[in-house]
């Protein structure tokens, strides 16, 4: 797994969530009964019969509303009501039949239970209401006695708590299968392993089982026998992202990883879990997550179903980033070939291309693209490969006519790459085609002048000029310092970009830290 080079969020993931049997998330583990009704004498008979009422071990929270409006009121403050009692005639003959309709078709709450309680019976046919406005159940007031009134809240109590279960069950798998393509889509193993560990939290989150207090995770992975890197963090464990985590991390957590790394699978305890990946590479993983209240089977099977999409993708990734690895490597390799050939180090390609990222980045380019230039940067003298030996090593001065003959290794370079449909060597042709441009025009093979070249070719001429100069060749002596900087500073407007002369003279601690970082071999 390596650093993240997309873009890395490392969010905070505190929530508090209340457990409950049903969904309700009020902090209070009261059921919501809302009374909808123009008579006050109805608000105060229904309270005093059901002041006692609980069911599953939670009492009755009352909210009043004397007309439709009133009642559209309090349900945009409260969408977690569990029941409306709901009168018909209020302001209008069919005021709680149009409010019915509301809150079906406007805020689309299919789970809230609605009553229907009416003292006038004719003017809306229980048949016809209960179908058309999708009324759960339907009453004269006459004949709610406090006996009915408990028998009716207990089923439409019964009947909230699950189905409301059914839809957050339904919306956590939803959630696994919209995280799963989101993950899926990821090539960075740090930003995979920081979505991952969003996406859980978010899947238990939904779950009306899973209590968050103040909940923390991390995603490690195993280096070596015993060393776990920490590739992605929340809450309590962020500041350890890119850490070892037997050196860093509390002595219980590193016991817990430790026995799950042992025994070769997941592990669920009261106020934790450790999740546990074994990729066909053989790249062992695990995701903790602590703060948390015990998982129930339903929260477990979600975790398992989401952790075998992660699990292939954790596989997808690993492959794709050996492929990128393998190439990068080709690439360089590559460069330090070309180089050997001339009897100059590998490590010069090496400090041009952290030089030249070190540029772009400083002139403004994005950072995708100034990593796009390092990768491609170590091959601009690949053209190198064609020119003779004896033209490449000659101590002395070159002839004209053999410096015309050196000179073609900059459009055989781009000839080599030119025709890759690969960003990277696209960029290397371009690159060895033109860093031996100059900007005031006098340089070769085209020619060019100012921003006519390109910006990877202009910085990539000052980078290897930098270090060439400072690097003994066989056919001169290395230059000092203070020689470098005369120099360049000299070709200022004339050899360089002015602007990227002056961006180098401000980075130029950075620059020599490059060099001291990758010295000659």
Not at 398 to 427: A, C, D, Q, W
Request: aromatic residues 8%; charged residues 25%.
């Amino acid at each position: 797994m390596t650093k993240n080079d997309d873009e890395l969020l490392f969010e905070k993931w505190e929530e508090e969530i209340v457990t409950s049997d049903g969904v309700l998330p009020s902090l209070s583990g009261r059921w919501k009964v809302l009374i909808i009704d123009d008579e006050e004498e109805v608000h105060h008979v229904t309270k005093l019969a059901l002041r006692r009422f609980t069911f599953d071990a939670k009492p009755v929270e009352f909210f009043s509303a004397y007309s439709s409006s009133e009642g559209r009121q309090v349900l945009a403050e409260n969408p977690d009501i569990a029941v409306i009692l709901l009168d018909v005639v209020m302001e209008e003959e069919n005021s709680g039949l149009e409010l019915a309709r509301y809150i079906r078709n406007e805020l689309q709450n299919h789970l809230v239970r609605i009553i229907l309680r009416t003292g006038q019976p004719g003017q809306a046919p229980e048949h016809d209401v209960v179908v058309e406005y999708d009324i759960n159940d339907y009453k004269e007031k006459t004949e709610l006695t406090s006996q009915k009134l408990h028998t009716t809240l207990v089923t439409t109590l019964r009947s909230f708590r699950d189905l409301s279960i059914i839809d957050m069950n339904r919306r956590s798998l939803k959630q696994i299968i919209d995280s799963s393509a989101t993950i899926f889509q990821l090539q960075s193993m740090t930003k995979f392993a920081s979505a991952v560990l969003s996406q859980l939290v978010a899947i238990l989150h939904l779950n009306p089982n899973a209590l968050y207090c103040h909940a923390s995770s991390f995603a490690a992975t195993k280096e070596g026998i015993d060393d776990f890197c920490i590739l992605a963090a929340t809450g309590a464990y962020e500041r350890l992202i890119g850490t070892k985590l037997q050196k860093d991390i509390e002595t219980k957590v590193g016991q817990d990883i430790e026995t799950t790394f042992q025994q070769k699978k997941s592990l669920y305890f009261p106020d934790r879990f450790v999740i546990y990946f074994c990729s066909k590479q053989g790249s062992e993983n695990v995701i903790y997550l602590d703060g948390v209240a015990s998982l129930s089977v339903w929260d477990k099977d979600l975790i398992e179903v989401f952790c075998t999409n992660v699990s292939i993708a954790f596989d997808n990734i690993y492959l794709n980033e050996e492929v990128e690895d393998t190439q990068k490597e080709i690439l360089f390799t590559l460069g330090e070939i070309a180089e050997a050939r001339s009897q100059e180090t590998g490590c010069h390609v090496k400090r041009v291309a952290e030089i030249a990222k070190l540029l772009a980045l400083a002139y403004g380019l994005s950072p995708e693209d100034a990593e796009k230039l390092r990768l491609a940067a170590p091959i601009h003298d690949v053209g190198k490969l064609a020119i003779p030996d004896a033209i490449l090593n000659k101590p002395g001065k070159l002839t004209p006519e053999e410096f015309n003959i050196m000179k073609r290794h900059s459009p055989v370079g781009y000839e080599m790459l030119r025709k890759s449909k690969r960003s990277i060597l696209k960029s290397g042709a371009l690159i060895a085609h033109e860093h031996h441009e100059r900007y005031d025009g006098s340089g070769y093979p085209q020619g060019l002048a100012g921003e006519e070249i390109h910006i990877y070719g202009r910085i990539v001429a000052l980078a290897d000029v930098f270090d060439a100069l400072r690097s003994e060749r066989i056919y001169k002596r290395s230059w000092s310092l203070d020689e470098i900087l005369h120099y360049i500073s000299k070709e200022r407007g004339a050899h360089f970009d002015p602007k990227l002369v002056d961006l180098f003279m401000n980075k130029l601690d950075d620059i020599l830290q490059i060099c001291e970082k990758f010295p000659d071999c």
